[in-house]
């Protein structure tokens, strides 16, 4: 393992460290912490490109497989679990949430396997702010629960969907 991990993959395993303890907060009705986890993993996410660029240690297909398998946990499985504790879990609910892992894996090895200078469909990794944004603003404002199954819907949609994203 010590040829293979370089010091953004550690930053990498932080993000699926607080994705694991997101969904574990979220199955113990603890939606407050749950977001703040989730949030964290976005941070680490993000950390983990930067400092991999900032120590010249250019992409290898090990942080490639490992960065997508912690996303797909972090922003994929997390998201739904977090879901399906708030009270999303009825039949239809779980058939969405379902379709919308199932897309963020699709999107992710879709990813891994093209060589093109854009992004096609919507980052995974935006469900890891956008989940807890809709959570804080359905603190604030009376909100039916169901807007989150259209949200899932939707995004499963968007993530394996031809949508072009300038890469930054």
Partial sequence: MRK???????????????????IFYAISSQFKEAVIFMLIAVLFDFLDGKV???????????GKELDSLCDLVSF????????????????????????F??????????F???KVKHFEGVPITTNGYLVPAIYIISLFFSFNLYYYLIYFFIMGILMVSKFRIKKI
């Fill in 52 to 62: 991999a660029r900032l120590m010249n240690e250019g992409a290898t297909e090990f």
């Fill in 4 to 22: 293979l991990m370089k010091v953004a993959d550690f930053f990498t395993i932080g993000n699926i460290i607080f994705g694991v303890l997101s």
């Fill in 112 to 114: 891994n396997v093209t």
């Fill in 76 to 99: 994929g499985v997390a998201p739904a679990v977090f879901a399906y504790c708030l009270g999303l879990n009825d039949v239809i609910s779980i058939i969405v949430l379902v379709f």
């Fill in 101 to 110: 892992v199932v897309c963020g894996m699709l999107r992710l090895a879709r």
